[in-house]
């Protein structure tokens, strides 16, 4: 499956901004999606998740209250509401897609789980 990060751009702390995720090649509705971010010179980090229905998701403490998740099956398109943005969420935005049909277990935290990445969406939230 190939993925399509869009939507990255710059806000003012506060703003908002909504990141979409279109894949293709493959059944989209079976498979996991979880977003990532990375600053330069720090790790990739765990953002968000929800799995292949859409009826759960996982969150990193630090935007748990501020960004939302959802999908669009149909349009193969998982979306990602960031809101109460800070400087402290600048970064590579990355979206990634782990088959669901291989294991009844979800990890969705876990890098390695992941069998796609796209190309990523750069965020930028000025003081």
């Known amino acids: 499956v190939q993925l399509q990060a869009s939507g990255g751009g710059l806000v003012q702390a506060g703003g908002s901004l909504r990141l979409s995720c279109a894949a293709s090649?493959?059944?989209?509705?079976?498979?996991?999606v979880g977003w990532f971010r990375q600053d330069p010179g720090k790790e990739r980090e765990f953002v968000g998740a929800?799995?292949?229905?859409?009826?759960?998701?996982s969150w990193a403490d630090s935007v748990k209250d501020r960004f939302t998740i959802s999908r669009d099956n149909p349009k193969n398109t998982v979306f990602l509401q960031m809101t109460g943005l800070t400087p402290e969420d600048t970064a590579m935005y990355y979206c990634?897609?782990?088959?669901?049909?291989?294991?009844?277990?979800?990890?969705?935290?876990?890098?390695?789980?992941?069998?796609?990445w796209g190309q990523g969406t750069l965020v930028t939230v000025s003081s």
């Open positions: 990634a897609a782990d088959w669901a049909g291989d294991s009844t277990e979800w990890y969705p935290q876990t890098m390695a789980s992941y069998d796609y």
């Open positions: 929800i799995n292949w229905s859409g009826g759960s998701t």
């Open positions: 090649g493959r059944t989209f509705s079976l498979f996991h």
